[in-house]
């Protein structure tokens, strides 16, 4: 386009290029790079006349930084944003001068990165104590592994699984909070130089209610109960007796439950016996693994969507209509994300 700047190529890749040979040689090489024939003439004009292609000393070589990096360099600075995503282009020009003592103007630093296809992205942190290991486990192993003698309902937390219990028999519980602040949208329009401003709930505002709720992939969402308050022993308890097992009457299941202290106890085995369930605990840490999470994710972007028809009187009554609009094709979708094999959709198995 007219009036745009020419592109700063790297040093090695000009190297490479005005090495090949006879300008017709170098016209091929710089092909393969993108590089114009235009670009390549202008090279050797400039080494015609002053000897030398490399560019002209421009805005960053007037303040003492180089304007194109290395290959070297460059490998290290892809090996650092792959190692640390977060850090900041300062850090970046910190760690290519601590490594190779040439400062490198940050603006060549974003340049660069964006011609090798990254961009600046909203970060998502996964948690430092995941056992991997563990989590390898519970796709290899059944869901017996390591069980005691005594254990007829679950096997050893952190060595049992789900392999060879087909999709269809599992169903996937946990609990999640809402407060009627998570109806409010966190984007909106306004004009440049303006804050967007719309009047809502302060963050103090409405109690938390507390949704228990079971999935599988055969009905969609199987058992949802929402109260006020927090997930205790005995509240499970009453969600396992008063709701998820009468739901699965006549069917023998395999549950799948976080690590939460109020999922586990005598009391709650003997439940499980009694009505001819067996349960697995989830990996530490792995929420990823869990499809019934994908369902809290549907039931907060659906409140949004809502939010103008939402109050904190009738918070708990939407958060069952969203629940009831969550289809079984839904839950299937949600556990081919959870990497489940689903027969007859695609799979995504879990790789690490």
């Given at each position: ?237 009453l969600f396992l007796l008063m709701f998820l097992f009468p739901a699965l009457a ?61 109050d904190e009187n009738n918070l708990e009554a939407k958060i069952h209509q969203a ?24 799979f995504y198995p879990y790789t690490g």
């Amino acid at each position: 386009m007219q009036g745009s700047t020419p592109r700063c190529y790297p040093m090695w890749v000009r190297h490479r290029v005005m090495q090949a040979g006879t300008l017709a040689q170098t016209i091929a090489v710089a092909a393969g790079f993108g590089i114009c024939e235009k670009t390549v003439k202008r090279w050797w004009a400039r080494e015609l006349q002053t000897g030398n292609y490399e560019p002209v000393a421009g805005g960053a070589w007037k303040r003492g930084r180089a304007r194109s990096m290395s290959k070297a360099m460059f490998m290290d600075l892809l090996w650092l944003c792959m190692a640390t995503p977060s850090c900041s282009l300062e850090e970046m020009q910190l760690f290519l001068f601590t490594r190779h003592l040439v400062e490198i103007d940050p603006s060549i630093i974003s340049r660069e990165l964006r011609a090798a296809g990254m961009t600046r992205k909203r970060m998502r942190y996964i948690s430092k104590h995941r056992d991997e290991p563990m989590r390898v486990r519970y796709w290899t192993n059944g869901p017996f592994a390591g069980a005691a003698p005594n254990q007829t309902v679950h096997g050893q937390h952190g060595v049992a699984g789900v392999a060879g219990v087909p999709v269809q028999f599992l169903v996937d519980l946990d609990e999640a909070s809402f407060y009627v602040t998570d109806t409010q949208r966190s984007h909106g329009y306004s004009f440049k130089g303006h804050n967007a401003i719309e009047r809502g709930y302060g963050p103090r505002d409405g109690d938390k209610v507390t949704v228990l709720a079971a999935v599988d992939v055969n009905v969609g969402v199987v058992s949802i109960w929402t109260f006020q308050g927090n997930t205790d022993k005995p509240t499970f308890y009453l969600f396992l007796l008063m709701f998820l097992f009468p739901a699965l009457a006549g069917q023998s299941r395999c549950i799948i439950m976080d690590n939460l202290s109020a999922h586990f106890g005598a009391d709650i085995d003997d439940l499980f016996e009694t009505f001819g369930h067996i349960y697995v605990a989830r990996p530490v840490h792995s929420p990823d693994f869990g499809f019934v999470e994908w369902l809290f994710n549907w039931i907060g972007m659906w409140l949004k969507r809502h939010k103008g028809e939402i109050d904190e009187n009738n918070l708990e009554a939407k958060i069952h209509q969203a629940a009831g609009e969550c289809t079984p094709e839904n839950v299937q979708g949600f556990a081919i994300d959870a990497h489940y094999y689903v027969p007859g959709r695609n799979f995504y198995p879990y790789t690490g």
